[in-house]
């Protein structure tokens, strides 16, 4: 079946630009994880939905971060105003299940703000 | 913050050989999990094994858990080309968050022909 889609897959922004990141997750899943890869490093837990509610947020780095899942399905992560340090690869995960052991991961947005 | 640090940071071994990883981490947990990633597939979960559990086995994989060393490690058998990846190790802490994974750095494996 369809795993995990992300868009766009690369995407070049200039400093200042708001960019928004999309994540289909598999069908039926009912939780959905946003994480933050940086360059050689491994992926740092963003935020967590429950169907549409989004019960943890603690890893946004800042109020630029803003994530959504407004029908508990297609969710997006919206960055403004982008910063330089914001570059890097943002991976989202679904689970079939609340909270979710295993974790099915999309193959990511590259960002690149320049 | 990464919890887990794998080592090594980077391994080169021969086809059909073995390669061993491991992994420390510093809180109490609930499960870890090994996942792979490469270019073509993205971040692939491979195994899980809980607190209660000592070892699990999945075709070529091994894992091992030791918690009161705070460590676990993966073991390929017979290694392939197709092995070259990078392997992370993520922590579930026990109590109310343990939907959150904390990854480390990762060791990347090289598995030449």
């Known amino acids: 079946g369809a795993g995990v889609s992300q868009s766009p897959r690369y995407k070049v922004a200039k400093r200042g630009q708001d960019v928004a990141l999309r994540c289909d997750p598999i069908?039926?899943?009912?939780?959905l994880f946003w994480y933050q890869q940086a360059l050689g490093q491994g992926p740092e837990f963003l935020t967590y939905?429950?169907?549409?509610?989004?019960?943890?947020k603690s890893g946004l780095p800042s109020d630029r971060f803003f994530a959504e899942r407004p029908e508990g399905s297609v969710s997006t992560l919206k960055i403004q105003r982008t910063q330089q340090e914001d570059s890097a690869v943002y991976l989202c995960a679904s689970s079939q299940q609340r909270g979710g052991e295993t974790q099915y991961f999309g193959p990511g947005t590259r960002l690149l703000v320049l | 913050s990464q919890q887990g640090e794998e080592d090594p940071q980077a391994l080169s071994i021969q086809e059909g050989e073995n390669a061993t990883m491991n992994c420390s981490y510093k809180t109490s947990i609930n499960n870890l999990q090994w996942y792979r990633q490469n270019s073509g597939r993205g971040l692939v979960h491979l195994i899980l094994?809980?607190?209660?559990?000592r070892e699990k086995h999945s075709g070529r994989l091994r894992v091992t858990l030791d918690t009161s060393k705070k460590s676990s490690s993966l073991l390929i058998t017979a290694s392939r080309a197709a092995d070259t990846a990078s392997y992370f190790c993520a922590t579930a802490n026990s109590g109310g968050s343990n939907y959150k994974l904390t990854f480390g750095k990762g060791t990347l494996l090289t598995v030449n022909p």
């Open positions: 094994i809980r607190s209660n559990e």
């Open positions: 069908s039926g899943h009912v939780s």
């Open positions: 939905f429950q169907n549409e509610a989004q019960l943890d």
